[in-house]
């Protein structure tokens, strides 16, 4: 079995699966190479389960489509026109104030919500049918309430969009770029 060691200050010897599928031993520098091998040996069954769960996770998944720049331009000039409306229109029922929207194409997030009030909304979100794009925002929004993940958040969540964990779990599938 193939894998990459990293050394490092730790104390313990670590195994980390990669997304890619690759492998990664995390070790103590003070640890010979034949301890870092045994202990892989010894662990090589929970390698191969994990290897063969992350290899199904991401048959699962569908293939992430690249956006050119001007999609990206138009998907960013539709989404001002579209989402800072319809905050507006949530945060008004929910009660809650914000600063500044901003619009950008981000690879990890669909939103966040900065400490200042500050939202931001991933312009992909215009290729996501409109129940999932007022999720992200009631999601964004509730941290004005609860900075946080907290069961309290959730609360907050659950009381704006009763469907959240189905839609969660949807948005969780679709991959971003």
């Given at each position: 079995m193939?894998?990459?060691i990293i050394r490092s200050r730790r104390k313990t010897i670590a195994i980390?699966?990669?997304p890619d599928c690759s492998v990664v031993v995390r070790a103590p520098y003070r640890i010979s190479k034949s301890v870092v091998e045994d202990f892989v040996k010894e662990k090589s069954s929970w390698i191969e389960k994990h290897l063969d769960k992350m290899k199904a996770l991401q048959e699962e998944k569908p293939e992430c489509i690249?956006?050119?720049e001007?999609?990206?331009r138009r998907l960013s000039d539709e989404s001002l026109k579209v989402i800072p409306p319809r905050v507006k229109e949530i945060a008004e029922k929910m009660g809650v104030s914000y600063g500044r929207i901003t619009i950008r194409n981000q690879k990890t997030r669909w939103g966040s919500c900065s400490s200042k009030g500050n939202?931001?909304?991933?312009?992909?979100l215009m290729l996501l049918p409109e129940e999932l794009r007022d999720y992200?925002?009631?999601?964004?929004?509730?941290h004005r309430i609860e900075m946080n993940h907290s069961v309290r958040f959730w609360t907050e969540v659950e009381r704006y969009c009763p469907q959240y964990m189905k839609?969660?779990?949807k948005l969780k599938q679709i991959r971003i770029r």
């Open positions: 193939e894998y990459e980390l699966i990669k690249r956006l050119s001007e999609e990206i939202l931001n909304f991933n312009c992909q992200v925002i009631i999601h964004e929004l509730c839609l969660r779990k």
